[in-house]
């Protein structure tokens, strides 16, 4: 089970010229892994302002790029083979044919929701294949400098009317992007195309930062260190994001798990702490940041309040409606409604209107296209993956290596239970479980 992943990716002992063409190859792979994080940070700024007459087809944008990575990887030889990658995309290649022939048979639709089993999932175990601990490294040093500008950005979204061109929304909508929050003020997206970027892009930075101050790694600035760390804070009230505040908080409880193992760490998490509480003082001074306190509280109270407290906000936003999917009782046909069914896409071209023709639940979702037999083949094989990438990872603290842990508090919830049929909380997954897997490579000290 140690090597289910298929994390080596080691040259055999070949000629000089083989191991230069297969540095070349592992350069190309790794290119293609940069621009798929890339167009993920920043596909909703091409569709919203820079080029809105493309919006849809820029929504799949990041397909082309990790199918055409798999491609050269298969004929290379060098694609990542396991079981359960295997698992998903034979479940998925069945749930197809199933909906072509006994559901709602629209080939277009069905193709959609294949994609994400049969291209993203294999993408994501090749960017555990290929990538290695300092590419990840390199990857949350990216993200530490991009929170710098999307923070001023997020800021501006947040005080400016929905009209203002910094809140155009996909295709250039003039009524914005901006989702409803409280007091008058609407959440804001970022550079993504819908606000469940930015608590998913701050939601995977905060291990980053975290392990950078842990390990005090000398390869990121402690001025640009600190300036992202003041971003973090700042995003958690101007996203009036509950599922961003959770997120953070997870990642520290995350975070006491190093320590344990690692004790001599506990002093740079003091002084982290220390400097976060200082640093939320210094800005609860701001009137900006009390005003964007002020409509976060309000928003996290009248949420709690309809979702019936916390008990109701743990149980049923954040587990997803698990139990009900399994569970409950629903009227599904035995081989389920069709693959693509319940996204977004699917609903428009199946029904002609933006809406959840299944559930709003992803566990719900795969189970109302899939049907209970193939749907809890899917599930199970998500929750075999988080499982089986948090052993690894908790194995690993004994090693000194404390990254893949820590960046498994964004991943867990995401390949588990994540949105898998809306594009950015899908390339989020993708992105953060492959970058678990390649971290488990090297050990870190």
Known sequence: MASVFSTAFEAPAISMHAKKRHERLVLLLKRGIWLYFLLLIFEGALRKWFLPSLANPLLIVRDPIALALLIIAYHKGVFPKNGLMIGFMLTALISFFVTLIFAHGNIVVAVYGLRILVIHVPFMFLIGKVFRRQDVAEIGKAMVWIAIPMTILIAFQFYSPQSAWVNRGVGGDVEGAGFSG??????????????????????????????????????????????????????????????LLFQ???????????????????????????????????????????????????????????????????????????????????????????????????????????????????????????????????????????????????????????????????SALNVLQGQWAQPTSLGFAVLSGGLVMASLKTRLR
């Open 182 to 243: 409280a007091l008058g003020f609407a959440r804001p997206p970022g550079t993504f195309s819908f606000t469940n970027g930015t608590t998913l892009f701050y939601g995977m930075l905060a291990p980053f930062i975290i392990q950078f101050w842990l390990y005090k790694d000398k390869a990121v600035s402690r001025w640009v260190l600190l300036l992202a760390s003041i971003g973090l804070l700042a995003a958690i009230p101007l996203s009036i994001s509950r599922a």
């Open 248 to 410: 953070v908080g997870v990642s520290f409880i995350f975070t006491l798990f190093v320590i344990a193992k690692r004790p001599r760490l506990l002093k740079s998490l003091v002084i982290a702490l220390v400097s976060f509480a200082i640093l939320v003082a210094i800005l609860q001074s701001f009137a900006f940041f009390q005003t964007a306190t002020a409509a976060f509280m309000a928003r996290f109270e009248a949420a709690n309040e309809s979702e019936g407290g916390m008990e109701g906000v743990l149980v049923d936003r954040f587990l997803g409606g698990m139990y009900t999917a399994v569970f409950g009782e629903q009227d599904i046909p035995f081989w389920g409604h069709g693959l693509g069914m319940g996204t977004n896409v699917g609903a428009m071209l199946l029904s002609g209107k933006l809406t959840f023709l299944i559930s709003e639940g992803e566990w719900g979702r795969v189970i109302g296209e899939m049907g209970f037999f193939l749907g809890m083949m899917i599930i199970v094989l998500r929750i075999f993956t988080v499982s089986k990438l948090g052993m690894l990872s908790f194995n690993s603290l004994a090693t000194g290596n404390g990254l893949p842990w820590l960046l498994l508090s964004f």
